[in-house]
């Protein structure tokens, strides 16, 4: 193990973590029991104390069990935006001994069917404003699709005046639904349900986040109460979180660094989480001020965000201790303007679903900009050949693999992928990240490139594989090549260049294209940009030479702007 980065290491902080032997809903007993009336989670200025919370998700589960005859490592999805029923959902279900299936709310039916299908969920926890995406996938058959819904109103937990601007779709009424298996939120929690025995272990499935990969079919990532609570309790003691902390949470839960870092750690710590749904600049401020915010995790489109804002000096941020995140290297620009403002570091890390977040963190006394960090508690990190799959010396570049706690046990009934995503090294298990990248000589971790064909759109993993699939549903398409291009907003943005079959060409523009991809797949899987081509060059077995098309493409952006700065220059 490399332990270059042993001298960088936190003061006061241990090097290795004994994780306690229980399941993640235990944590919610314990700070229940400790901080019953104290306000959990802050939702439009109401309140839900961690008395309540316990309480409802005990509801949850009671109605989990005896209603949808949920079982122990039963899966059950959850779909819907941040929001109270979110938090209260995901510890219901681990609550009932079942597993959780966080889903992206911005997905549709098409690709809602394969979560269910692959995973084998018979249930699912959804909002009212996204049921019309549930509805075509209830009552197929038994074993063949959802048989069970709970469906959520956001504005049952608006209890009180806000100066917030809510959301439509979180102010809107309760809605009724008279369909078998259909049952509202308030009902469920009316019905009052004790659950059975808690009987879960730490090596029990507790979450299945899903991953795509260059099949463009989405995996499940089996993780065990023991990994999810090494990445929380590590999050935790590596930024020292007290009870008193106030986190605002934005990052969608759905995905694992807003699921560990904005919500399992607070309920760990007694923290109270301020809840946004939805990315608003002018209100992530507000709350800020008004709630005396303390930590805040956010991705680099939202700090670019956040620090363009003329408004901003109007608040009073002082309370801030951090401000971390990670998905994208921070800008050196906006991490300077972060420190000028509040006089924080943006402190970054790396993970990946496969490790339920942070394998890397940078020492918050010690960071280094636009770097991955150090490998933290218990994480045997290396950079090898991805193809001798030797291990690198310090300052070459090759594949990021780990070994830690947090990595998955495999993918949901995938064994050939599974077979491709671990190799042995000194007869431990590593886990291949696809990603490139080299150790710096105090240990410190860099991303060089990527391995495997993805976008990073705004912090949101992209895969070319995935979109492509859905596109070549549009008669109009004969071929399709997904690439990545450098965007100033998103970091990255999704392209795609299509070949128009010869019945369509010239009768569909490549606006048609882009509104029509809106409507079929999450928006930022959607590309921005399509360009219609003639033929797309392929290798001599007939593949698409994606990589190449990505490279001209750079190249034809970057003249561009080269050319753009010799005409452009300032006259004397």
């Known amino acids: ?25 235990y944590n ?21 104390t961690f008395g309540e919370f316990k309480d409802e998700a005990e509801r949850i589960a009671g109605f989990l069990q005896q209603e949808c005859h949920v079982k122990a490592g039963d899966r059950v999805l959850l779909y819907m935006q941040n929001s109270p029923q979110w938090i209260i959902a995901y510890y219901g279900i681990l609550r009932a001994n079942a597993v959780v299936v966080p889903v992206n709310p911005m997905n549709m039916s098409g690709e809602l069917a394969h979560y269910i299908e692959d995973s084998g969920a018979t249930t699912i926890i959804a909002p009212q404003c996204l049921f019309a995406n549930v509805e075509p996938l209830i009552g197929t ?21 806000s100066p917030f601007t809510v959301p439509e779709f979180v102010a809107a009424p309760r809605k009724t639904f008279d369909i078998p298996g259909v049952t509202p ?40 109460h023991r990994s999810v609570m090494s990445t929380l309790l590590g999050g935790c003691v590596w930024f020292s979180a007290p009870s008193d902390g106030v986190f605002l949470s934005i990052l969608p839960f759905f995905h694992v660094t807003g699921m560990q870092g904005g919500m399992n750690s607070a309920v760990f710590s007694g923290a109270t989480i301020v809840l946004l749904p939805r990315w608003d600049r002018e209100a992530a401020a507000l709350c800020m001020q008004k709630y005396r915010v303390t930590a805040w995790q956010s991705i680099t489109a939202m700090m670019v965000d956040f620090l363009s804002n003329p408004k901003l000096g109007e608040y009073d941020l002082s309370s801030l201790t951090g401000a971390r995140g990670g998905g994208a290297a921070m800008p050196d620009a906006i991490a300077r303007k972060l420190k000028s ?90 886990l291949r990240t696809g990603d490139l990248g080299h150790i710096d000589e105090d240990g410190y971790f860099f991303m060089t490139d990527r391995l495997k064909r993805m976008i990073n759109a705004s912090g949101y993993k992209v895969w070319p594989a995935e979109v492509e699939a859905l596109m070549y549903r549009h008669p109009a398409i004969q071929e399709v090549c997904v690439i990545g291009v450098k965007d100033a907003k998103r970091g990255e943005t999704v392209k795609a260049l299509v070949v128009p079959a010869a019945a369509h060409a010239g009768t569909i523009s490549e606006q048609e294209i882009i509104d029509w991809s809106h409507e079929q797949m999450a928006a930022y899987k959607a590309p921005r940009i399509v360009e219609f081509v003639t033929s ?27 050319n753009s700065g010799s005409t452009g220059g300032a006259s004397s």
């Open 1 to 25: 193990m490399n332990e270059r980065h042993h001298p960088n290491w936190p003061p006061q902080v241990p090097m290795h973590l004994t994780l306690p032997e229980t399941n993640i809903f």
């Open 28 to 48: 919610a007993e314990v700070s229940a029991a400790r901080f019953p009336h104290k306000p959990f989670i802050v939702f439009y200025d109401t309140p839900v």
């Open 141 to 161: 058959g038994p074993g063949q699709g959802i048989e069970h819904a709970i469906v959520a109103t956001y504005s049952d937990y608006l209890k009180r005046p």
């Open 185 to 224: 939120w308030y009902e469920v929690l009316e019905r009052r349900i004790a659950p059975g025995p808690l009987t879960t272990g730490p090596d029990d499935l507790c979450v299945m986040p899903y991953t795509s990969g260059t099949t463009g079919k989405p995996k499940g990532c089996m993780h065990t």
């Open 341 to 430: 403002l509040t006089g924080l570091d943006y402190v970054e890390g790396y993970g990946m679903s496969e490790t339920i977040a942070g394998t890397h963190i940078n020492p918050p006394h010690r960071p280094k900009p636009q770097c991955l960090g150090i490998p933290v508690f218990d994480v045997d990190s290396r950079v090898i050949d991805p193809v001798t799959l030797q291990e690198l010396p310090q300052g070459e570049t090759g594949e990021i693999v780990v070994n830690a706690p947090q990595v998955m046990q495999g993918y949901w009934r995938n064994p050939k992928a599974n077979e491709e995503a671990f190799i042995q090294l000194d007869g431990k298990r590593f």
């Open 536 to 562: 797309l060059p392929k290798s001599g077995s007939g593949k698409i030479l994606w990589r190449k098309l990505q490279e001209e493409d750079a190249a034809r952006t970057a003249a561009a702007r080269e």
